[in-house]
Nanobody, 112 residues
């Protein structure tokens, strides 16, 4: 497995922005990486995924507002979240599909 460490969560007002990062313990070059969200009382759901070649897909909830990216040189993945809504609140975790690795998660709370 690869160790994944998220950072960048916090409390933000509706309409605000946050940038999450996920740092890996080794090279991420061949990995398929994703961001998942678990809201209170709900199942964990995919937010966005990025493949080794750079192609991406997004859940409908984040299309047009979220951007997933990766920096292979820094072994880090990012999630830029703009125009945040209260329903974006949850614990955001990063995942690597090939090794089935998960980070510990970072809390995002969108509230006025």
């Amino acid at each position: 497995q690869v160790q994944l460490v998220e950072a960048g969560g916090g409390l933000v007002q509706p309409g605000g922005s946050l940038r999450l990062s996920c740092a890996a313990s080794g090279s991420i070059r061949v990995y398929v990486l994703g961001w998942y969200r678990q809201a209170p009382g709900k199942q964990r759901e995919l937010v966005a995924r990025i493949f080794s070649g750079g192609s991406t897909n997004y859940a409908d909830s984040g299309k047009g507002r979220f951007t997933i990216s990766r920096d292979n040189a820094k072994n880090t993945m990012y999630l830029q979240m703009n125009r945040l809504k209260p329903e974006d609140t949850g614990v955001y975790s990063c995942n690597e599909e090939i090794t089935a690795s998960w980070g510990q998660g970072t809390q995002v709370t969108v509230s006025s």
